[in-house]
């Protein structure tokens, strides 16, 4: 499970960081007392600039939290199972567990997050005009001009048609709502995505080579990530796709291979991992599911107590999730890894473990699947 620095529960749905959006506001919080806000008004204290700065940093926070707030309570007025935001080194991100089905809701719930900005950055602009704050009260007033222009960025940005980025997803809805076909406008969309980040990282070396300032390095860094994030997430809703009309038993490998939790450690390493070259293998009681147990569990076992310690109690139990019916969806069984980050699921049928299904194994047979339609065969 990944690690999250807090994590809060909002109207049911759960806002979490990780430990890469505390150096993001540390980051903030540096440029802005040192750089943005002693220009913007020189003559001001140290302990000014930094309270200012926090304040900002706090500020910030909540309008992110509220863009993907947006996000999350339209799709969920859509029937859209939407629990989880997460915030991150370049942003935050509403997951949604699973994609729009109807371009039109695509659609509105791609510009909530937008608007929603665009809505906050009216409401701080006016808020810093209001009369007397400018001079009874010029830092406040500082603060809510930099968070009416910050979030009057990150609506423009979001909106460049650029796939994962919420103007990506309107092109993508839009799109499909003229008759592509959902998976070509994701590809549409996403080459679109990878454009803007190409240009992104140009334009960031140029700045780096040429003005010397750390903004191109940022640029540079935010190309790098939408690129990746562009690919990704084309091959992610191309891989979910191709498992919607399969279940989990459809894909598990045959010949599953199992170890006995009441033989010992010994036997396993011999007739297990050395004899069939295996590095890890489920453990069962008669048919009934223990957990799994490799080759860093036998090893933590002392080598003079390795005859006598049964591997049942070596045995890793199964994560909260890991278990999964072989009747499931095998789109189900994706989100069900991407949500609790597993490599693997255990299969089971009536309570007997039938087969393993790793994340690998639904990747490929969505690739093949793609590959062969791609070629016009079916």
Known sequence: MRPYIFSVKIYGVIVRAEPSWLFLVLLVAWSLAVGFFPEAEAGLSTETYVAMAVLAVIGLTVSIVAHELSHTFVGRAFGLPINHVTLFLFGGAAELEEEPDRPLVELVMALAGPLMSL????????????????????????????????????????????????????????LWMFGTSQRQATRIASIAGEAFAVFLIVNGVLVLLLAGTAAGLWWVLIGFFLRSAARSARLQHETRLALRDQRVSDLIQPGLETADARSSVETFIREKLVLHHRDWCPVVDGTHLVGGAGVREAEAVARDERADKRVGEIAVKPEAGQVIDAHTG???????IQHHHLDRLYVVDSDKLVGVLMAADLIAYARMKHRFEDAGLR
């Open 119 to 174: 809505f906050l950055s009216a409401v701080f602009f006016l808020a810093s005009d209001l009369p007397g704050l400018q001079s009874s009260w010029l830092p406040l007033a500082l603060v809510l001009g930099y968070l009416g222009l910050i979030n009057l960025i990150l609506a423009l940005f979001n909106m460049v048609p650029a796939f994962p980025l919420d103007g990506g997803r309107v092109l993508r809805a839009i």
């Open 330 to 336: 095998a789109d189900t069984a994706l989100r069900r």
